[in-house]
């Protein structure tokens, strides 16, 4: 937990606290419309850890290019890194609620590509492997160098980033889609205008599109940054130059073999090294001079129990946490294996402390809270200009 919170307060360090402007938190896929269509765009997710009073996280948005691989900006991945646990959200709507015909699936690998540096957009593209394949028809990608990407030619930007009206803004969270025009085409990346739609905050590893022969579309770009008013100028990376050094060897790459996890009720006696050993997705950690345990991100090692549906079915002070991403068993009573010590003038005489209680309930959610906060301004972040008046998107 302590990693988690220096990574987010570290992600923001280097900006000042002022707020965004109004014309960067107000300008989105600017003039874009909603996207049902668009099936094999995805919201990227930081994972949810409770299954009561939790809203998803949307970092950025992705794109399928087979049945269980995303498409998406390495920047994406600076607040968490690699090792972070990651889920996505395939459907239209994901905020303020999901809508009830998507689906979240959890990532079980992230690869940046590794000529990323953190802080340039240089190689600015990462794949994840999902832990099961969709059914959804993946995107086309590049044949050739250069397939339909010429200056002035109309291309469609896909995300989940903020949506704009003329009578004002509305969150993020819904599948977008505008058009642009490219203005120029470098031997990395290439930008484009408004015509008139325009990727903004939120959209970052977003699919670009363009028409190629016979009508087909293919993906010709990945969302990375653009002018802060999201006005002028949308970055975006080419997709066909990293095809051959990191796209196909990817897609080529056998399947990791398999390691039987731990079983669920033996996490509190049975050490890891690996996160594979770890039932559910769940990561190995280890402290100085500690054996590894299987944890949820934000919890520490424990029992998970019976089902449940808010944390009032596990008992006084209990968490019901999201051992899994979906399903009818994906919550479970949460408890602690060593019992926490009692807070400060709690103690009642002839009781011990802890109970159902994590680390304190109050003050873990709390802990929690304070880094989703944190995690909001990463999205004002991405919209300060960290470089050059630029912004990640």
């Known amino acids: 937990m302590a990693c988690l919170l220096m990574l987010a307060v570290g992600a923001c360090a280097p900006v000042a606290s002022s707020e965004v402007p109004v014309e960067a938190r107000a300008r989105p896929i600017v003039l874009g419309e909603d996207a049902p269509a668009d099936v094999a765009t ?39 890194g690699a090792e972070g ?34 802080g340039s957009h240089d190689f600015d593209v990462a794949l994840l492997r999902l832990t099961e394949p969709t059914e959804v028809a993946p995107l086309r990608l590049p044949e050739f160098q250069g ?32 058009s642009m025009v490219v203005t ?96 559910a997705g769940l990561v190995c950690v280890t402290g100085e001079g500690a054996p590894g345990r299987c944890l949820l991100p934000s919890l520490r090692e424990g029992h998970y129990g019976e089902t449940c549906t808010a944390d009032a079915a596990c008992g006084a002070g209990g968490i019901c946490a999201r051992l899994e991403v979906a399903g009818a068993d994906a919550c479970r009573c ?3 294996c060593t019992p926490p010590p009692p807070e400060p003038g709690s103690e009642v005489p002839g009781e011990g402390g802890g109970g159902c209680s994590s680390a304190s309930g109050m003050a873990l959610w709390g802990v929690l809270a304070l880094v989703k906060v944190l995690l909001e301004r990463t999205r004002s972040c991405r919209a300060r200009g960290a470089i050059s008046s630029a912004f990640s998107r």
Do not use: W
């Open 85 to 118: 646990t990651y889920e996505v959200f395939l459907g239209g709507v994901l905020l303020p609620a999901p809508e009830s015909s998507g689906r979240f699936i959890r990532v079980r690998k992230a690869v940046p590509h590794p000529g990323y540096r953190r």
């Open 42 to 80: 995805v919201a990227l997710l930081s994972r949810r850890t409770r299954c009561q009073g939790e809203e998803p996280l949307l970092l950025c948005s992705g794109a399928l290019i087979a049945p269980d691989v995303v498409l998406t900006a390495a920047h994406c991945l600076d607040l968490f």
């Open 334 to 336: 949460f408890t602690p």
């Open 184 to 279: 120029t085409v470098g031997a990395e990346a290439f930008q484009a205008g408004p015509s008139p739609g325009m990727s903004c905050v939120g959209d970052s590893g977003g699919p670009v599109l363009a028409r190629a022969e016979a009508g087909r579309e293919v993906l010709v770009g990945v969302t990375v940054s653009g002018d802060v008013a999201c006005r002028e100028r949308a970055d975006n990376l080419r997709v066909d130059t990293r095809m051959e050094d990191f796209i196909l060897p990817f897609l080529a790459r056998p399947p990791e073999p398999s390691v039987p996890p731990l079983a669920l009720e033996a996490l509190c006696q049975e050490s890891c090294t690996r996160d594979a050993q770890c039932p």
């Open 147 to 178: 397939e339909a990407l010429v200056s002035g030619a109309t291309v469609r930007a896909v995300g989940f980033g903020d949506t704009h009206e003329e009578e004002g803004s509305a969150p993020s969270g819904r599948r977008r889609s505008g």
